[in-house]
């Protein structure tokens, strides 16, 4: 199957793509400097890819967002990536100049002003736990590892996978724990974390996880930070609720991540409150 041609200067690509928001806070950015751009989903499977990339070269655009399952797959059909996508092994950014298409991360980036907009917090001082172990927790991973984070503790189901992103972070010199959610000690380090992250899809909608804590393990000093954002009112954040903690939605990760993107396209400051806005007014 021919792959969808690209008709708007700006867009997202994904398989599926219908769940996602980017093209209702991108275009409020856009609206608000009063350009004539438009952003666009492109639902483009897997044997598409390549199809859709090499007719991206011939096209218009300033750049597209990608997103699942293309973060990894699109990077072959780069010219050069930063050096953020080269530590995160994931492209979410296409900024086209001339012929060339140039990719970044900017996940990393949206996760610390995420956490910067909520709290006055020294991450020097933080212990972190991250629960979960894919290509988000990699991406909070190291972007912990750059704020010179004290220390971090990795919980994931299948225990090989924290323990790979453990020797991520003991490699860059930051005390680093991997263990598993069915571990008895791993409750004990909930209560030890000063900040809390999750990056599974536990609590998003239609999900069916169950979270392995809940606030009886929770302190009212932790920061609690769930990086899903649909539903805003997640399990996680449930539980950080009633036990007084300080709460960061998944909204603010995705909007500061595609704030950057649009300051790559139009060297423009984002207008994030504008695009926070509209993101939230597209899930409530």
Same mark, same amino acid.
């Given at each position: 199957?021919l792959?969808?041609?690209?008709?708007?200067?700006?867009?997202?690509?994904?398989?599926?793509?219908?769940?996602?928001?980017?093209?209702?806070?991108?275009?409020?950015?856009?609206?608000?400097?009063?350009?004539?751009? /438009? %952003?666009?989903?492109?639902?483009?499977?897997?044997?598409?890819?390549?199809?859709?990339?090499?007719?991206?070269?011939?096209?218009?655009?300033?750049?597209?967002?990608? $997103?699942?399952?293309?973060?990894?797959?699109?990077?072959?059909?780069?010219?050069? &990536?930063?050096?953020?996508?080269?530590?995160?092994?994931? =492209?979410?950014?296409?900024?086209?100049?001339?012929?060339?298409?140039?990719? %970044?991360?900017?996940?990393? %980036?949206?996760?610390?002003?995420?956490?910067?907009?909520?709290?006055?917090?020294?991450?020097? !001082?933080?212990?972190?736990?991250?629960?979960?172990?894919?290509?988000?927790? #990699?991406?909070?991973?190291?972007?912990?590892? !750059?704020?010179?984070?004290?220390?971090?503790?990795?919980?994931? #189901?299948?225990?090989?996978?924290?323990?790979? @992103?453990?020797?991520?972070? #003991?490699?860059?010199?930051?005390?680093?724990?991997?263990?598993?959610?069915?571990?008895?000690?791993?409750k004990? @380090?909930?209560?030890?974390?000063? &900040?809390? =992250?999750?990056? $599974?899809?536990?609590?998003?909608?239609?999900?069916?996880?169950? @979270?392995?804590?809940?606030?009886?393990?929770?302190?009212?000093?932790? /920061?609690? %930070?769930?990086?899903?954002?649909?539903?805003?009112?997640?399990?996680?954040?449930?539980?950080?609720?009633k036990?007084?903690?300080?709460? &960061?939605?998944?909204?603010?990760?995705? =909007?500061?991540?595609?704030?950057?993107?649009?300051?790559?396209?139009?060297?423009?400051?984002?207008?994030?409150? =504008?695009?926070?806005?509209?993101?939230?007014?597209?899930? @409530?």
């Amino acid at each position: 199957m021919l792959a969808p041609k690209m008709y708007s200067t700006l867009g997202i690509i994904g398989y599926p793509i219908s769940h996602s928001i980017s093209p209702i806070f991108q275009q409020s950015a856009i609206d608000f400097y009063g350009l004539p751009d /438009i %952003y666009k989903p492109y639902e483009i499977a897997p044997d598409q890819l390549g199809q859709f990339m090499s007719d991206l070269k011939n096209t218009d655009a300033k750049g597209i967002n990608v $997103t699942v399952p293309h973060k990894q797959a699109v990077i072959p059909y780069l010219d050069s &990536i930063d050096e953020w996508a080269v530590k995160a092994g994931a =492209v979410n950014t296409i900024v086209k100049s001339g012929s060339k298409l140039l990719g %970044y991360n900017t996940d990393g %980036y949206g996760f610390i002003e995420g956490l910067k907009r909520s709290c006055d917090v020294s991450l020097f !001082d933080c212990n972190v736990l991250i629960f979960g172990a894919g290509g988000s927790a #990699r991406a909070v991973l190291l972007s912990l590892i !750059d704020a010179s984070v004290n220390s971090i503790c990795i919980a994931n #189901r299948t225990l090989s996978k924290a323990v790979e @992103l453990r020797e991520i972070a #003991r490699n860059n010199g930051i005390t680093c724990e991997a263990v598993s959610i069915e571990d008895k000690e791993f409750k004990t @380090l909930v209560g030890k974390a000063n &900040i809390i =992250v999750n990056c $599974t899809t536990i609590g998003m909608k239609n999900d069916i996880g169950v @979270l392995p804590f809940g606030s009886e393990e929770l302190h009212r000093e932790t /920061i609690v %930070y769930d990086l899903v954002y649909n539903p805003i009112q997640t399990s996680m954040i449930t539980e950080g609720e009633k036990s007084g903690c300080k709460i &960061i939605s998944g909204i603010d990760m995705l =909007v500061f991540q595609g704030a950057k993107s649009f300051e790559f396209w139009f060297k423009k400051q984002a207008p994030i409150e =504008v695009m926070l806005k509209s993101a939230k007014s597209a899930i @409530l």
